[in-house]
Structure formats: C-alpha cells, structure tokens
C-alpha cells in the first residue's frame, strides 16, 4: 500500500532532529596542554591524575 498523504519536510526533520552529530567534548591536559578526552589519559604524555601517570611505549620506525 501507498501512503494516504505525502509526508512534509517539516515532519521528516522533526522526526530525525535526534539523529544529528554530537560535538565531541575535549579538555586540555594540566601537564602538557595538548587536547584529550575527559576521564582518559593523555595520548601525547600519559598524565591522568596526579597518583596515575602511564608509560608510553615509543613507537619504533621500520627502515
């Protein structure tokens, strides 16, 4: 079956006004000012908290 009536723009919108892209929330590291994702540790230092610092291994390049 066909729909009785077409469905406006407004109602489709309206309908999928939730469907939208949130922004992603970043704060700035204390230690080293670069940008991460709040309650994770820094990719760029490994500082979490003042008790938690992790170790980075550096990444080795292949010649």
Avoid: F, Q, W
């Amino acid at each position: 079956m066909l729909p009785a009536k077409k469905t406006s723009k407004t109602r489709t919108k309206t309908r999928r006004s939730h469907h939208a892209l949130k922004p992603v929330n970043y704060s700035v590291c204390s230690k080293c000012s670069s940008p991460k994702l709040p309650h994770a540790a820094c990719e760029n230092c490994g500082y979490l908290n003042p008790k938690i610092t992790l170790k980075l291994a550096k990444k080795e390049e292949a010649s």
